[in-house]
T-cell receptor
Framework: DSGVTQTPKHLITATGQRVTLRCSPRSGDLSVYWYQQSLDQGLQFLIQYYNGEERAKGNILERFSAQQFPDLHSELNLSSLELGDSALYFC??????????????FGPGTRLTVT | GDSVTQMEGPVTLSEEAFLTINCTYTATGYPSLFWYVQYPGEGLQLLLKATKADDKGSNKGFEATYRKETTSFHLEKGSVQVSDSAVYFCALIMQAGTALIFGKGTTLSVSS
């Protein structure tokens, strides 16, 4: 158990809908990262927040957005869902900014299925 | 851009066999290198890491050495167990970066 929690575990929704994925980082960790794991794209970095502020952005679609709240939990919002958004979404956290060898601890993931 | 290439799987071995999973990287600077493992139905766990050239990371019998001259970070284990069956990901982070860049993953299946 990494100490990172994600809810829900599974989510099934229809095209065009909007969903929110939630992540609670390990106690004391200030950075939260979101990654997408899909069969065709593999594991891709989406976005990072550090202490409430957006720190880095990867291949995140404009239909997707995230935020980190004062209690440091984070939410990833996915809207106008398409079939291709079906994937496993991981949250990770680290103590600090995550540069160099700062270890990232991964949650169990949320499996999103868009029908 | 920066990238990681790892050998295609699946890799199928008998218990107690020797394991090698190849990983090479392309990077403009000097990254830190990682191996993550994903057991069925679970998230990723850090297996080992190395932060500079010639460093050897090791954990649970697994080892990998950061080779700058060959831009490689191959994962090895002398004697695999059934419980090692999982997907293994090689990854890097650039010194000033924060995003892990992953390879496509290699599935290992060990039979008794």
């Amino acid at each position: 158990d990494s100490g990172v929690t994600q809810t829900p575990k599974h989510l099934i929704t229809a095209t065009g809908q909007r969903v929110t994925l939630r992540c609670s980082p390990r106690s004391g960790d200030l950075s939260v990262y979101w990654y997408q794991q899909s069969l065709d794209q593999g594991l891709q970095f989406l976005i990072q927040y550090y202490n409430g502020e957006e720190r880095a952005k990867g291949n995140i679609l404009e239909r997707f957005s995230a935020q980190q709240f004062p209690d440091l939990h984070s939410e990833l919002n996915l809207s106008s869902l398409e079939l291709g958004d079906s994937a496993l979404y991981f949250c990770a956290s680290s103590v600090a900014l995550g540069t160099g060898a700062d270890e990232q601890y991964f949650g169990p993931g949320t499996r999103l299925t868009v029908t | 851009g920066d990238s990681v290439t790892q050998m295609e799987g699946p890799v199928t071995l008998s218990e107690e066999a020797f394991l090698t999973i190849n990983c090479t990287y392309t990077a403009t600077g000097y990254p830190s290198l990682f191996w993550y493992v994903q057991y069925p139905g679970e998230g990723l766990q850090l297996l080992l890491k190395a932060t500079k050239a010639d460093d050897k990371g090791s954990n649970k019998g697994f080892e990998a050495t950061y080779r700058k001259e060959t831009t490689s970070f191959h994962l090895e284990k002398g004697s695999v167990q059934v419980s090692d069956s999982a997907v293994y990901f090689c990854a890097l982070i650039m010194q000033a970066g924060t995003a892990l860049i992953f390879g496509k993953g290699t599935t290992l299946s060990v039979s008794s």
